[in-house]
């Protein structure tokens, strides 16, 4: 949405639980089928969207309190210190380019067969949710800046600052949520596989050797010796002669 989108009307006038390895049939070719349609249709269906953006907007405006608020064409007006004044939506102030990554790296992750059909739409579907909620919370603060600060005043501050900070914001939430349910089954796996190898029996001990046929080993006998002193000799063991004793 540019600064020149911001319209200033004449009253009465108008202005522009599965299972993670589970794949259903033709599930997958299907949803990569409709990627590719939904990249199409954000081409060549730009008006549609801001169209459905606007009424979108409409309807918001008029839960908070902005009971006048009305869609002309694809603008939302209301009334302000006695004149219709409102915001134009543009195509690219619609959701459609912010999805455009989340409906190509669906199509890509269905492709390499990363994932399930079924979980992949999911993680789509919750992007979306999530690119939408702050788009529209996007478009209800500049609606909020006009209304309090005036036409050129609130219009530029609410969309420069606040309605930048409010998409940068959403497009993360959404990438971090949409690679949270894709990557889980992959999680899943990872944690079992080493639940299961934790509780894997472990290897039985070495058998002795006996067990195995080999002939039995005998520890070696101990033999005690007596003391050198306690053993005779030669000499003192005959009898001595006077000789000896002489000598």
């Known amino acids: 949405m540019s600064a020149t989108t911001a319209v200033e009307a004449l009253p009465g006038g108008s202005s522009g639980g599965v299972d993670d390895d589970l794949d259903v049939g033709l599930a997958r070719p299907a949803v990569a089928v409709l990627c590719a349609?939904?990249?199409?249709?954000?081409?060549?269906?730009?008006?549609w969207i801001?169209?459905?953006?606007?009424?979108?907007?409409?309807?918001?405006?008029?839960?908070?309190g902005v009971h006048d608020a009305h869609r002309v064409g694809t603008a939302v007006v209301f009334e302000l210190d006695g004149r219709a004044v409102g915001y134009g939506i543009t195509l690219g102030c619609t959701v459609a380019f912010l999805l455009l990554?989340?409906?190509?790296?669906t199509a890509v992750v269905l492709t390499v067969q990363r994932t399930t059909a079924l979980r992949a739409l999911a993680a789509l579907a919750a992007a979306v949710a999530v690119v939408a909620a702050c788009n529209q919370l996007r478009?209800?603060?500049?609606?909020?800046?006009?209304?309090?600060?005036?036409?050129?005043?609130?219009?530029?501050a609410t969309h420069v600052l606040v309605g930048t900070a409010l998409s940068t914001v959403g497009v993360v939430t959404a990438a971090l949520l949409f690679?949270?349910?894709?990557?889980?089954?992959?999680?899943?796996?990872?944690q079992r596989r080493s639940e299961r190898a934790q509780e894997a029996p472990r290897p039985?001990?070495?058998a002795p050797v006996a067990a195995l046929g080999a002939a039995p080993v005998t520890a070696p006998a101990v033999?005690?010796?007596?003391?050198?002193?306690?053993i005779p000799t030669q000499r003192s063991a005959r009898t001595q002669t006077p000789e000896d004793r002489r000598g």
């Open 50 to 64: 801001q169209l459905g953006e606007a009424a979108l907007s409409t309807l918001v405006a008029r839960a908070t």
């Open 139 to 156: 478009l209800l603060v500049i609606l909020s800046g006009i209304r309090l600060l005036g036409l050129e005043r609130g219009y530029s």
């Open 37 to 47: 349609a939904a990249l199409v249709a954000v081409l060549a269906a730009g008006r």
């Open 101 to 105: 990554p989340f409906v190509l790296g």
């Open 223 to 230: 033999v005690v010796l007596p003391a050198a002193s306690a």
């Open 179 to 190: 690679l949270h349910i894709i990557t889980q089954p992959t999680r899943r796996r990872l």
């Open 204 to 206: 039985p001990a070495a």
